[in-house]
Nanobody, 122 residues
């Protein structure tokens, strides 16, 4: 049973923007810390960004700082990843994830979505 569902991926050009969304399937994640990860074919899954359950704290990978923004709307039980100034190296399947615990972080996530593909052409 899939409990997180990503949407918003697509094929864009260098410099374009996309907003990814992550919505629940069957339960609320409003009191979970949330994260975004990405994985290119043949590569390991890598951390992108995270946000605390309240939205008061965020963490970003150095590769996306200044270009990506993670946010959440707990009233809609939805998490977003705004991606600006996209580069070909951003091409990957993007996954949202949820974790319990007192602190946001880059690992130890409990639930995962199925992924949405982002492709950035030159």
């Amino acid at each position: 049973q899939v409990q997180l569902v990503e949407s918003g991926g697509g094929l864009v050009h260098t410099g374009d923007s996309l907003r990814l969304s992550c919505a629940p399937s069957g339960r609320t994640f409003s009191n979970y810390h949330m994260g975004w990860f990405r994985q290119a074919p043949g590569k390991e899954r890598k951390f992108v960004a995270a946000i605390s359950w309240s939205g008061s704290s965020t963490v970003y990978a150095d590769s996306v700082k200044g270009r990506f923004t993670i946010s959440r709307d707990n009233a809609k039980n939805t998490v977003y990843l705004q991606m600006n100034s996209l580069k070909p190296e951003d091409t990957a399947a993007y996954y949202c994830a949820a974790k319990q615990g007192p602190k946001i972080g880059v690992d130890s996530y409990d639930y995962w979505g199925q992924g949405t593909q982002v492709t950035v052409s030159s």
